[in-house]
C-alpha cells in the first residue's frame, strides 16, 4: 500500500506564492506518474491543475495554470512539487496529490487513473 502526504497550503494574498510537496511511501515511486489536483468549494468534481511522469521530463498542465504553476519531482526523496505562482483568488480549494505506478494514457489528466490519493490540502487566496 502507497502512502501520500500532501502539505504546504496556506492562505495567500493575490498574486503571491506558495510551493506544495507531495512526499509517497514505497520502493518505486521513480515508477509513478504523479499528479496534482483541486477542487474548489461548491464543485463536486476535482480539477486536474498539474502532471509529471516518472521520468519528470514530461508535465502537463491544465490551461488555467499553465504559465504560473510548475510540478517537479526529487525521487531520491519520494517528492512532488507544485510551485505556484501569481496566485488568483480562482485558484481557492482543496489541492489533492495523486499517485498511479501504472501508465497513464490521458497524460495525467483524468482523476481516475490514480491509485493513491493524499489527504488534501487547502488553499485560500485573498484578495
Known amino acids: 500500500q502507497v502512502q501520500v502526504v500532501d502539505s504546504g497550503g496556506g492562505l495567500v494574498q493575490v498574486g503571491g506564492s506558495l510551493r506544495l510537496s507531495c512526499a509517497a511511501s514505497?520502493?518505486?515511486?521513480?515508477?509513478?506518474?504523479m499528479g496534482w489536483f483541486r477542487q474548489a468549494p461548491g464543485k463536486e468534481e476535482r480539477e486536474f491543475v498539474a502532471?509529471?511522469?516518472?521520468?519528470?521530463?514530461?508535465?502537463y498542465y491544465a490551461d488555467s495554470v499553465n504559465g504560473r504553476f510548475t510540478i517537479s519531482r526529487d525521487n531520491a526523496k519520494n517528492t512532488v512539487y507544485l510551485q505556484m505562482d501569481s496566485l488568483k483568488p480562482e485558484d481557492t480549494a482543496v489541492y489533492y496529490c495523486?499517485?498511479?505506478?501504472?501508465?497513464?494514457?490521458?497524460?495525467?489528466?483524468?482523476?481516475?487513473?490514480?491509485?493513491?490519493w493524499g489527504q488534501g490540502t487547502q488553499v485560500t487566496v485573498s484578495s
Open positions: 495523486a499517485a498511479t505506478p501504472y501508465y497513464s494514457a490521458s497524460n495525467g489528466r483524468d482523476y481516475r487513473e490514480y491509485e493513491y
Open positions: 502532471a509529471i511522469r516518472r521520468s519528470g521530463g514530461s508535465t
Open positions: 514505497g520502493r518505486t515511486f521513480y515508477t509513478y506518474t
